[in-house]
């Protein structure tokens, strides 16, 4: 019982009601709003008294700009044959309603800036139908063209493999004419796409791995005035990783520098990236993040040389590039040692002291380096290469029963990638009736052992 009260109002909308004293009414929205170029229908209804007309009687209407003179004046659009419309709305203006069965819907194709206006409408039927709705009007509204067509295509296109593309404009009304598509694209080039007139374009084409960053565009035109629309997409294709992905660099820094190491990758799909100190992971980036990944180092030291891996992975493939970092430190000074009756003595020996010996006493010397990478190190005296004691360790440089006739500057030598350094001593030699100061006398007959220790701590990146 209670559908029928709701449906009544429905059904006589637009009905045209028998009583002669029936009030005439329009129905139709007073603001409509098109963009320049585009399509719009206006619904509209209607009801007028039955008076002097019947079933058979045709019905003519009549939409007018306003302030239009009806008998004199061209309408924008009729169903009556025998009225020429205006002529700037010939083929674009078009009555699609039946005012014979209570409708004035109104087309309006290609809308254009000078359609803006105030309309009315006007119905004829019979010899005494003949009515101005000159108080229920609607305005047209135009406004620029913004709207812009969707293109959908897969995030990443596979070289090799062809693909699809559409490309939709989205009409609110079938009575609106199909609008022209049409493609352009450096992956389309030397084809050419020809104009298809629908309500959506499909393309299909088979990308490259030169087409990864180009553009596609779909074009949509809809007036004889050259107004249309685009929608520019980038092509994302798939490349695979090129094989020379792995090579390493040398940084230098300083102790308690501050670094922050930085690891960019270009790829489609999107690669994971992370930092890896020998097989410990350091820092991880995931694939819908940010495409670069840094790893930060505040106050280096010693303990953080190493090769430092920057690794990007995706489902094509990985590279990785290699940082070696080398630490430039200072080191605490260590001086030569004297090995004298199971004991040590520590001395400092700098660039060219003075070291006493007895004649026919045994001495070894030894040079030490500290630094990353080992150095090669070499004794010379007075400019010619001294043969290593120990082939396998060449910082050690043994002297048996030294005598008067190796006096001299002895110097060792640190060779590394980074650079040199050397450190020289010079030796006397003292015959034992010779008077000589207390630390002598007491090395006489003993084996003394001089460690030579060359700093050479460095931080490298490699």
């Known amino acids: 019982m209670l559908l029928l009260p709701l449906l009544l109002p429905v059904l006589g909308a637009g009905s045209l009601n028998k009583d002669r004293s029936y009030s005439p ?73 039946d005012p014979g069965k209570g409708s004035c819907s109104l087309v309006i194709r290609d809308v254009q800036r000078e359609d803006e206006a105030q309309y009315f409408f006007r119905v004829e039927r019979g010899n005494r139908v003949r009515l101005n709705f000159v108080n229920d009007w609607f305005i047209l509204q135009v406004t620029a063209l913004t709207q812009k067509p969707d293109v959908f295509i897969p995030e990443t296109l596979e070289p090799g493999q062809p693909v699809t593309v559409i490309c939709v404009f989205n009409w609110a009304f079938e009575e609106c004419p199909a609008p022209s598509f049409s493609w352009t694209g450096a992956a389309l080039f030397p084809r050419r796409t020809r104009p298809s007139t629908t309500h959506f374009s499909v393309l299909s084409f088979t990308p490259s791995p030169q087409d990864h960053n180009t553009n596609l565009t779909c074009h949509v035109d809809f007036s004889r005035k050259g107004v249309s629309a685009q929608r520019t997409v980038r092509l994302r294709v798939a490349c695979e990783w090129d094989g020379n992905g792995i090579w390493s660099s040398v940084l230098e820094a300083q102790k308690s520098q501050f670094l922050r190491l930085l690891c960019a990758a270009d790829s489609q799909p999107p690669a994971t990236l992370s ?16 495409r670069t990944l840094g790893l930060e180092l505040p106050g280096v030291k010693a303990g953080d040389s190493g090769r430092y891996t920057c690794r990007a992975e995706n489902r094509l493939g990985s590279q990785q590039r290699a940082l070696d970092l080398s630490v430039q430190c200072e080191c605490a000074q260590q001086g030569p040692g004297v090995h004298r009756e199971g004991r040590t003595v520590l001395e400092n020996l700098g660039n060219g002291m003075s070291l006493p010996v007895l004649e026919g006493q045994s001495l070894r010397l030894v040079c030490v380096t500290h630094s990353s990478t080992p150095a090669r190190l070499s004794w010379t005296q007075g400019g010619q290469i001294l043969s290593p004691s120990q082939p396998s360790d060449p910082g050690v440089l043994e002297l048996p029963r030294v005598q008067v006739e190796q006096e001299g500057e002895f110097t060792c030598h640190a060779q590394h990638p980074l650079g040199s350094q050397h450190v020289s001593l010079s030796l006397s030699v003292h015959c034992k009736s010779g008077p000589v100061t207390g630390l002598v006398v007491v090395a006489v007959g003993e084996m003394a052992t001089k460690i030579l220790l060359l700093c050479l701590c460095l931080i490298l990146l490699r």
Request: with cysteine; aromatic share 10%.
């Open 25 to 97: 009414s329009l129905q139709v929205q007073r603001l409509v709003t098109v963009q320049e170029g585009l399509c719009v229908m206006v619904p509209c209804n209607l009801s007028y008294p039955r008076d002097g007309w019947n079933e058979s009687t045709a019905a003519y209407g009549y939409w007018f700009k306003a302030r239009t003179n009806t008998n004199t004046g061209a309408p924008v659009a009729t169903n009556n044959p025998s009225r020429e419309v205006e002529m700037s709305a010939r083929g674009r203006f078009q009555l699609t309603g």
């Open 275 to 290: 930092w890896v100190l020998q097989d410990r992971v350091l820092s991880l980036s995931h694939p819908w993040g940010p």
